[in-house]
């Protein structure tokens, strides 16, 4: 059993504490997976208008018995609460990761009413103990404890180097302190950048490079927008590709080279290829161009094997459990919830549970929840 518990349904905040007990088979069967850290996955949802990017998730350790959850919707909101039979790593990489905006593991239906159904090959008995091990509560909040919108003019400026929004008062005072002080000397050293990407893409003969006003437009374009756009078109000096063999497959190295001599022979005469060739050859003579020329080429066939073998011999799986086995080193070995002196406050025995922080034992008023508490009162969430 896990029961979730709330001081009162009918908030007055937009972050409020809440707090969970379990019972022993609960803590019985984290041992018998060995769960050396039992961790917490919240999930707030609102009851009206859901969509999956308007979740709000967090992944908070057992032992804290309490942990705060932001509300980004007025109304009705559902929180949703169970506890990972997974390490502390797997559960937030499972439940915390997103793509595109939502989450990438679902927990909830597709129209956020319920949990989302059990898999087909699950048996009832697992559904029933997986029931067991979850809870959910409703409640309402008003439109009044969100905070109120900066002003648009600002917000461009604030939220410029951010592609989300802040989460809260707290995250867009960070921002504004940023942009007020280490951003300006950013955006010019951003400005720096685009005006030598421009000057490149001219001496490489960029098809794209009439889009130069995009460089001079940092606000609306991003540097990668922007090169993109500008580096898009090819270069006068490459014929454009026949559509015939645009989405053609290299099947080997040797078609590789033999494609890319036949297609780039011609960016020898580019201005970016010239001028330094013409510039060594008056200075020091054609001698020292071709040992310059030597020791380039030898530099890129030696840089270029040292990446394949690096690739092939550190691909993602080795990398993840290279960082699982480092995480490893520092997970404590003792199941703390096997003691029964540090589970009196844990396990669900009928009566009231701490459901405030100054209610949990001394040991258990952590700096973290000390923080959070004080955060709930001076940074109101911004509603989405």
Request: overall charge positive.
């Amino acid at each position: 059993m896990f029961e979730i518990h709330v001081a009162d349904t009918d908030v007055n905040s937009g972050t409020i504490p809440i707090s969970w007990c379990v019972d022993k088979s609960l803590l019985k069967k984290l041992e018998e997976y060995r769960v050396i850290n039992p961790q917490v996955v919240i999930c707030v949802a609102p009851v009206n208008n859901y969509h999956e990017k308007k979740e709000y998730r967090k992944v908070v350790p057992l032992k804290d018995l309490m942990a705060y959850v932001e509300f980004r919707v007025p109304g009705k909101n559902r929180i949703y609460a169970f506890v990972s039979l997974l390490s502390k790593q797997s559960t937030e990489n499972d439940y915390l990761s997103k793509n595109y905006g939502s989450y990438s593991l679902s927990v909830l239906s597709w129209d956020g009413d319920g949990w989302k159904d059990p898999d087909s090959s699950s048996t009832d008995e697992d559904i029933e103990k997986e029931d067991k091990h979850r809870d959910v509560v409703t409640v309402t909040v008003p439109k009044g404890v969100f905070a109120k919108e900066p002003p648009e003019w600002e917000k461009r400026w604030v939220n410029h180097l951010f592609r989300d929004k802040p989460e809260d008062q707290c995250s867009y005072r960070r921002r504004r302190l940023l942009a007020y002080t280490i951003q300006p000397l950013l955006g010019v050293l951003n400005m720096l950048i685009r005006l030598v990407f421009l000057g490149f893409s001219l001496l490489l003969g960029c098809r794209n490079s009439k889009n130069w006003r995009q460089v001079f437009q940092p606000l609306t374009y991003t540097l990668p927008d922007t090169i993109n756009e500008v580096m898009g078109g090819g270069t006068y000096f490459l014929r454009p590709e026949p559509e015939v063999y645009k989405n053609r497959e290299v099947e080997n190295f040797v078609e590789a080279v033999v494609y890319c001599a036949r297609r780039g022979w011609s960016l020898v005469l580019t201005p970016i290829a010239l001028m330094p060739l013409v510039l060594i050859t008056l200075a020091h003579g054609w001698q020292h161009t071709l040992y310059c020329l030597s020791i380039l080429l030898a530099s890129l066939v030696v840089l270029a094997v040292a990446c394949l073998l690096a690739a092939l011999s550190f691909s993602k799986e080795n990398r993840q459990d290279a960082w699982y086995w480092w995480c490893g080193l520092f997970e404590d070995d003792n199941l703390w919830y096997a003691n029964a002196s540090e589970v009196t406050h844990l396990v669900c025995d009928g009566t009231d549970k701490p459901r405030k922080v100054n209610e949990l034992p001394r040991k258990h008023r952590t700096v973290k929840l000390r923080f959070s508490a004080f955060k709930s009162k001076v940074c109101r969430p911004f509603s989405s």
